[in-house]
């Protein structure tokens, strides 16, 4: 299958400061990555859709200026938290349409740690 | 309220056995996909299926799309522990790019 990678896979950081989470289609172009939030032993909560080119669409209660998304090429979309809190940690995964198809891809995840 | 509700929440069986986990809507999807995420990482995808009434196989896994395009079933024949995991559950429906999510089913398969 096609590949979809996150980096960092972990990280911790201060309270205040700002943490960039990059997603990578390696072996695809696309045009449309989503960002996911999941809690410990919960579903996926989708948070954002990021579209090449164009501004992200928010899901309702997502703050766009806490979670900042860029999507500047084909192949990359980052997830910045701002001024991260405590409350902001949480596992984020990364996903990818597969040539615009029915397929998606999602990245291995990224753990946020906020102390 | 949930757009796609999975069952059974919580399984566990002991290897060897047979098991179906479902995934029900009231709603249409135009694609559904099957996942499977083991904790800490990202999910997996299994399978999608796209026709109404498509049945799938994958090894000892065997995937169902419901005719009216609003279910689908997962069975595993054999359980073994290394199927242990978090099965979700994945629809989309036309002219949406976003997946629905079930809330998942924690299967336990003990030795």
């Known amino acids: 299958g096609a590949v979809v990678s996150q980096h960092p896979s972990r990280v911790i950081c201060k309270s205040g400061t700002s943490v960039k989470i990059e997603c990578r289609s390696l072996d695809f172009q696309a045009t449309t990555m989503f960002w996911y939030r999941q809690f410990p032993k919960q579903s996926l909560m989708l948070m954002a859709t990021?579209?090449?080119?164009?501004?992200?669409?928010?899901e309702q209660g997502v703050e766009k200026d806490k979670f900042l998304i860029n999507h500047a090429s084909l192949t990359l979309s980052t997830l910045t938290v701002t001024s991260a809190h405590p409350e902001d940690s949480s596992f984020y995964i990364c996903s990818a349409r597969y040539r615009n198809g029915n397929t998606i891809y999602f990245g291995e995840g990224s753990w946020l740690t906020v102390v | 309220t949930q757009l796609l509700e999975q069952s059974p929440q919580f399984l566990s069986i002991q290897e060897g056995e047979n098991l179906t986990v479902y995934c029900n809507s009231s709603?249409?999807?135009?694609?559904l996909q099957w996942y499977r995420q083991e904790p800490g990482e990202g999910p997996v995808l299994l399978v999608t299926?796209?026709?109404?009434?498509e049945v799938k196989k994958l090894k000892r896994l065997t995937f169902q799309f419901g005719d009216a395009r609003k279910d689908s079933s997962l069975h595993i024949t054999a359980a073994q522990p290394g199927d242990t995991g978090l099965y979700l559950c994945?629809?989309?429906?036309?002219?949406?790019?976003?997946?629905?999510f079930g809330k998942g089913t924690k299967l336990t398969v003990n030795p």
């Open positions: 709603s249409v999807f135009s694609s």
């Open positions: 990021s579209n090449e080119g164009s501004k992200a669409t928010y």
């Open positions: 994945a629809g989309a429906q036309g002219g949406s790019e976003k997946l629905v």
């Open positions: 299926v796209v026709t109404g009434g």
